[in-house]
């Protein structure tokens, strides 16, 4: 990193206009990852609250898997930049290469893990039924987790490659095979299948991902055919190429750099599961009720994600070149624009939260349970996203533990108990639960943003994780 004198800051008017500018494509290609997960929701809840219940619980721990081994994996495109930023183009294949060796074997460990659902669910506390259902989700989930992981590897090196639009369009797609296939597995239209409920459409799900993991990896290997540069295409035995895979040193350095990352995501996805087990032990009116807000919250959350991932990398370019003034600029723009995205929609769940519920479920008692969680969730929104974008520009900065660190305090020691104490011991219900997560979401972005205020106003920083 240089650290020669810094040129005058660019405006804050430059900065939003280059965040948005990058962090528009990026919310496409993340939010089309979601609105499969949304599209499920909503037509499950046309089934049935009970399928909705069944649905909504056992989606909670195979998500948070997803999202911990998604997070481990967003080290491709770090790794792979740098590659390519050092004239380095056979080293970013190799990147690859390694990338998809460890979302494979994530992704077996994920459905593994979904083999114990049912007697995960009755040791939380879970009515027999609920687990059974919840459980024959989770299992449907499962099968789709390694598809869905090579997805995500092979279009992270795309995104580092500078060709973005080629995930974005196999996800579009996908979601659009994914709404015909839940009503011919999940209603049973047209004869041809039983109505297979909140399990037929997690089934359909499954097979619209592992369609798109497919058609990513082909036309990623017709594309090395043709012109091999990123040497893609293994050039060793199985056996041998196996090995290096997982102990090159870039197998090691993306998961060195991916761990924390991985923990990150999965620390506050696990928050959020937990308090599913929590709206579990509500009843089905409050789990349904929590699903369906958390499933609108979780969409519009990916405006926040999109706009973490342009933060880090404005900061970080910032930070490369020595420019401390606009590290703090690239940051604190980035941050404020995480908090107006969302403003459009929590007015809606602040004004007519019963229009929200409605998107999404047509049960009565769903409705009302919802809208009075929606209400809540409207205060939770422009926070919950400055939070995720506080974390992209520290890990601009390199700064990748403290934050996993505060994560754990901020959501285990504060959102979790208050949740319990708000839901469970003064009766709230699912208004309780997302009191709760607010809680933590506050003390996290304190933390954070003073932790980001501190680094960026440092004359000399040095990354956390040595990349």
Known sequence: MSTSRSPAPASLGHHFRATVALALPIIVSRAALVVMFTVDTVMVGRASAADLAYFGLGVAPQLTL????????????????????????????????????????????????????????????????????????????????????????????????????????????????????????????????????????????????????????????LQARRDDTFRILPRRTAGAAAVGLWADPDARLLRRLGLPMGLAQGVESAAFATVVMMAGWLGTAQLAAYQTTMSLVTLTFMMAIGTGGATAIRVGRAFGEGDMANVGRAGWSGIALGAVWPV???????????????????????????????????????????????????????????????????????????????????????????????????VSFAGLSWRFARQSAMHRLSPVVPL
């Open 66 to 221: 997803m999202m911990v081994a998604v997070g481990a994996l967003q080290a491709t495109a770090v790794l792979a930049s740098q590659a390519l930023g050092a004239g380095d183009a056979p080293r970013a294949g190799a990147v690859l290469r390694a990338s998809l060796a460890h979302a494979l074997a994530l992704g077996l460990i994920c459905l593994f893990l979904s083999m114990l659902a049912e007697p995960f669910f009755l040791a939380t506390g879970q009515d027999v039924d609920l687990a059974a259902g919840a459980a024959r989700v989770s299992h449907a989930f499962g099968f789709g987790m390694p598809g869905i992981l090579m997805f995500v590897a092979c279009n992270l090196f795309m995104e580092a490659t500078g060709r973005p639009k080629t995930g974005m369009v196999i996800m579009l797609a996908a979601n659009l095979v994914n709404v015909p296939l839940n009503a011919l597995l999940g209603y049973g239209w047209g004869g041809w299948f039983a109505a297979g409920g909140a399990e037929g459409i997690m089934l359909a799900s499954t097979i619209a991902r592992t369609l798109a993991g497919l058609s990513i990896l082909t036309i990623l290997a």
């Open 344 to 442: 459009p929609v929590a007015l809606l769940f602040l004004i007519s939260p019963e229009t929200a519920a409605r998107a999404v479920t047509s049960d009565p008692r769903t409705v009302e349970a919802a809208a009075q969680a929606l209400f809540v969730a409207g205060f939770m929104l422009s926070i919950d996203a400055s939070m995720a974008v506080t974390i992209g520009a520290l890990r601009g900065l390199g700064d990748v533990w403290w934050p996993t660190l505060w994560q754990i305090g901020a959501f285990w020691l504060v959102a979790i108990p208050v949740a319990y104490v708000m839901a469970i011991v003064l009766a709230v219900g699912a208004g309780g639960l997302i009191g709760g997560l607010i809680a933590g979401i506050l």
